[in-house]
């Protein structure tokens, strides 16, 4: 794929779709009634991590695709009068402009997904609010630490190639049946010409292991490649058939980003961003770290006095 001229006019990337509106079955019972995306890792909302990513990358607005029982997250990004002033009357700065900043982050806009109908059928309901421009969408599900972070690197490589591109990582070949998986050639370095995305294929039969992971940036056109769209047999109008419309019909961008990633919404990927996140962080990294080492002793010498 050849890069394009720099002169040439493109429009900027400034919305990202954030879609919001699964049940998060994995992590019952406690999505029963809080959203996944305001689990904490450590004490900031998943969702917040991913909306400071956005921020940090030059994203000017972003648009939430909920659902039922998800107003927390708008409520999040938005003034809150009483708590503020409370803060104030008790002389807590440092929290006050914890909590102001938050709702000075972005512009937020939110949009019902009314039936959980899949990620395609969400991506899609942002169409009327994205309109004719390049666009982010972002899944909180997925925390990737890294420096530059994806959303950054996959807008460079957007800037440099002007087509649609998806984050991409090489998994286990026992771990390639929980994702959907690319077919393609690699081109050079990280890059990878997309040519189909097989959703969730089994072990020994998958076309490779690269798996495509919640950040991707894609043109205006996926709308209508989605819109064509029958919903599978689940019910569900899945995202990657529309990438892999767009992949047959113009171009798609593989791009095997740096960094490392947790899934939050599993159980196991939870745990590790909070440890990992924590084991970050100044004022905790050094006591976690010795909590860690005193567990660790304690499974490995059971009976030391
Ligand atoms: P997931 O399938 O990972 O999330 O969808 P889920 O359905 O909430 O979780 P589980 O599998 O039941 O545990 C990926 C992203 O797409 C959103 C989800 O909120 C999540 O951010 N999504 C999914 C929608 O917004 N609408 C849908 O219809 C489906």
């Not at 956005?54 to 938005?78: Q, S």
């Not at 039969?205 to 940036?217: C, D, E, K």
Request: charged share 30%.
């Amino acid at each position: 794929m050849k890069a394009r001229d720099p002169k040439a006019n493109h429009k900027p990337v400034r919305k990202a779709v954030i879609p919001v509106a699964g049940f998060g079955t994995r992590l019952l019972p406690v999505t029963k009634s809080v959203p996944k995306e305001l689990l904490p890792v450590v004490d900031v909302p998943a969702i917040q991590v991913v909306v400071e990513e956005c921020v940090n990358a030059g994203i000017e607005e972003v648009i939430f695709i909920t659902g039922r029982g998800k107003g927390g997250i708008e409520d999040h990004f938005d003034f809150n009068f009483e708590l503020e002033k409370i803060l104030e009357q008790r002389g807590k700065t440092e929290e006050l402009k914890r909590v102001r900043a938050i709702s000075e982050l972005i512009r937020t806009i939110a949009v019902r997904q009314k039936k959980p109908l899949g990620l395609g059928h969400a991506v899609l309901c942002a169409r009327d609010v994205v309109e004719d421009e390049p666009f982010m969408v972002v899944l909180p599900d997925d925390l990737i630490s890294s420096q530059p972070s994806v959303t950054t690197q996959l807008i460079e490589v957007y800037e440099k190639y002007g087509q649609g591109v998806v984050s991409l990582m090489p998994v286990p070949e026992e771990e390639v049946s929980s994702y959907g998986i690319v077919t393609g050639e690699n081109w050079a370095p990280s890059l990878h010409r997309v040519r189909t995305i097989v959703e969730k294929p089994e072990a020994g039969i998958a076309p490779s292991n690269l798996a495509v992971i919640g950040r991707y940036l894609l043109p205006p056109e996926i709308f209508d490649y989605l819109e064509g769209l029958e919903p599978d047999e689940s019910g569900e109008v899945q995202l990657t058939d529309g990438l892999s419309l767009l992949a047959k019909e113009r171009a798609l961008v593989g791009y095997e980003f740096t960094g490392r990633r947790h899934d939050i919404g599993d159980k196991l990927g939870f745990l590790t961003a909070n440890i990992s996140y924590a084991l970050n962080r100044d004022d905790l990294g050094p006591k976690v770290l010795k909590y860690m080492r005193r567990k660790i002793k304690e499974v490995d010498e059971p009976d030391e006095p």
